[in-house]
């Protein structure tokens, strides 16, 4: 029985590197992709605009640019933003047009396709984050840059990731045809109302901050806010601390969560598909475009 | 020639179905099919739209779930079958427009990796990409984007994917829906070219009467959910057509018998040892073709309810003829001029 489980060993370890250059492929295809690269680089974008609008305001009572003040907080959302909702559009359009049957009919063919996608979400989020952080350091002079800066926000994005991407697979699994991922970008919208984005969350009523303290964006704006805001700014936050600890915790509590969840589910999902649904799926498009 | 003339080298069997049964809800959609593939045959179910033939073929992939029935596939239950299992396996399945942004060398380069543990002394799994591509006429759209490509390139990259570990056994369901005569005939030869070189055993489901008789070397037709014949297209014929025309002249007289059932051959001893100024006979079998459509004719009118219930196994013969027999008249004489 040793050859048996080295062979399954050898051909799980296979997949996992296929998974691997599926990421890279796929990341490739993504950046040549104009109407991808609109998404990566939206963050950007809508930065360099609230920059604008924002131009000579402080904080309010600190001699502190508000535009600084906002960039880690934007890099905290853009974490949970593209982890949250990238992954669960991917896998509901993936499963309608036939690519997880495809990775179903292959073998070990899903585990190369979820270390293909969470790789791939990894890079475009990198990029985005990069596209982001560099121009603003040297826009936003009141940012802290050190290599405490750097570790963290490392491991913010590391974490970010893993308590983001599972649950999104979970909830891309959950969704019946590929057209609702609309709600999953409400929701996540909805989401960053109470997360002290772009709002202090000192300044919401004290329901609205527990809501808004449950889910991760909080915490990866506070993160990053951490990272990049000098020591004297963590006087604007709940307890008028950083809560580094508490921080990981709550995002450690959403990937363990992620984690345990989304094989079950995708499973459940994936036992379901067969070249019918797939056929399903095409004459709906075919007949009523969507 | 559509059937092969050697046979395949080993007695194996390949796949092995017995007793198959699927229900959804309330609805039988296959009520009790059997049949075995030995390796290197290629088997048609053939069969009218909603004859159960896609539900089969997924049982049988281990996409689907069944309600009843024992049914192994290389030598394992495909409910339970594990990834070594699916590396002898090939799915041809019919893409749309999954990795449409894939160039074709990449995604079959991508797809190959998976087989490389699977290899054995005997099997060198995977294909060589380049190859492959060759083999399938795409080389010179290797590096082509998969979402640029015509619907027979597709299909052709499609088969492809499926045979990139190097599969003892191929699935292919509806392999030519949507083709034109040309690109119709293109894949017939690829399955040929499958068929002949590697000694692949394939299954493929068709409605397509002409397809079957083409490329499969036994063909089964399912009808309501059970099997309704099995064998080469000439043992089809026999089997399956049971109706005979018999005419002949007599005193100026022009008459028409139908046989609806077994051997005419009695009747028309008996004709000739009655009637001694019989003149001008002809016996005349209905054909395939005929018997098919009649049966694909009533699988399209009476809908759901009437199939599935009237038949088992055992009296199949009689099932297939006594729906068919509305082309001929019953058992009157009729005279013309």
């Not at chain 1, 809560?243 to 459940?268: D, Q, S």
């Not at chain 2, 069997?13 to 593939?37: H, I, P, W």
């Not at chain 2, 427009?97 to 054995?120: C, I, K, M, N």
């Amino acid at each position: 029985m040793t050859t048996t489980t080295t062979t399954r060993t050898d051909a799980r370890w296979a997949a996992v590197r296929a998974g691997l250059s599926r990421g890279w492929l796929e990341t490739k295809y993504s950046i040549r992709e104009p109407g991808d690269l609109v998404w990566t680089l939206a963050f950007p974008v809508i930065y360099l605009v609230v920059l604008l609008f924002m131009r000579g305001s402080t904080v309010p009572g600190m001699d502190f640019a508000l535009g600084a003040m906002v960039l880690p907080s934007l890099v905290g959302m853009s974490i949970g933003f593209g982890g949250l909702t990238g992954p669960a559009s991917t896998i509901a359009v993936d499963r309608e047009d036939g690519t997880l049957l495809r990775a179903k009919a292959t073998p070990n063919g899903m585990i190369g396709y979820l270390v293909g996608k969470i790789l791939m979400f990894a890079l475009t989020t990198a990029v985005s984050l990069v596209a982001l952080v560099i121009p603003a350091f040297a826009v936003a002079g009141d940012l802290r840059l050190d290599a405490r800066t750097f570790v963290l926000l490392v491991l913010i994005f590391l974490v970010g990731m893993l308590a983001t991407v599972p649950i999104s697979v979970a909830l891309g699994s959950l969704l019946k045809r590929a057209s609702q991922t609309g709600l999953l970008f409400l929701g996540s919208m909805l989401l960053i109302v109470p997360s002290g984005i772009f709002y202090p969350i000192t300044a919401l009523p004290e329901w609205v901050q527990w809501v808004g303290q449950a889910f991760p964006y909080y915490w990866l704006g506070l993160g990053a806010r951490s990272a990049m805001l000098p020591e004297s700014m963590a006087a604007a936050e709940i307890g008028e601390s950083w809560r580094t600890a508490e921080m990981f915790a709550v995002l450690g509590v959403w990937a363990v969560l992620g984690v345990v969840l989304a094989p079950i589910v995708l499973r459940r999902m994936a036992r379901r598909e067969s070249g019918s649904t797939v056929a399903a799926a095409r004459e709906r498009y075919m007949s009523q475009g969507y | 020639m559509s059937a092969r003339d050697a046979p395949p080298p080993s007695g194996d069997v390949a796949l092995d179905v017995r007793d198959l049964r699927m229900r959804y809800g309330t609805k039988d959609v296959l009520t009790g099919v059997s049949f075995e593939a030995r390796r290197g045959e290629v088997l048609a179910l053939l069969g009218p739209n909603g004859a159960g033939k896609t539900t089969t073929i997924e049982i049988l992939e281990g996409f689907r779930m069944r309600s009843a029935g024992e049914v192994l596939v290389l030598g394992q239950d495909p409910a339970h079958a594990d990834e070594a299992w699916r590396a002898r396996l090939g799915v041809v399945l019919q893409s749309w427009r999954d990795h449409g942004r894939w160039q074709v060398r990449e995604l079959l380069g991508y797809l190959a990796r998976f087989y490389v543990p699977y290899s054995t002394p005997e099997v060198t799994r995977p294909w060589d990409v380049d190859e492959l591509i060759r083999m399938v006429g795409l080389a010179e759209h290797a590096n082509a984007k998969v979402q640029n490509l015509s619907g027979g390139q597709r299909r052709r990259l499609d088969v492809a994917i499926g045979i990139v570990g190097r599969p003892e056994l191929v699935f292919l369901d509806e392999p030519t829906a949507g083709f034109d005569p040309h690109a119709r005939r293109e894949f017939h030869d690829l399955v040929h070219r499958l068929a002949d070189f590697e000694n692949t055993t394939i299954l493929l489901t068709t409605h397509d009467l002409d397809e079957a008789e083409k490329l499969a070397d036994r063909i089964i037709v399912l009808d309501g959910g059970t099997i309704v014949a099995n064998g080469s297209a000439d043992q089809l014929a026999r089997e399956l057509t049971t109706q005979a025309e018999v005419r002949w002249t007599s005193g100026g007289r022009r008459h028409v018998h139908a046989v609806t059932e077994g051997d005419p051959t009695g009747f028309v001893r008996g004709l000739l040892a009655q009637d001694q100024e019989v003149t001008e006979l002809e016996v005349k079998r209905a054909s395939l073709e005929d018997t098919y459509m009649s049966l694909v004719h009533r699988a399209e009118t009476s809908g759901a309810e009437t199939s599935g219930a009237e038949t088992s196994g055992a009296d199949k013969n009689t099932a297939a003829a006594g729906g068919s027999g509305q082309a001929l008249s019953e058992r009157t004489e009729e005279v013309q001029s």
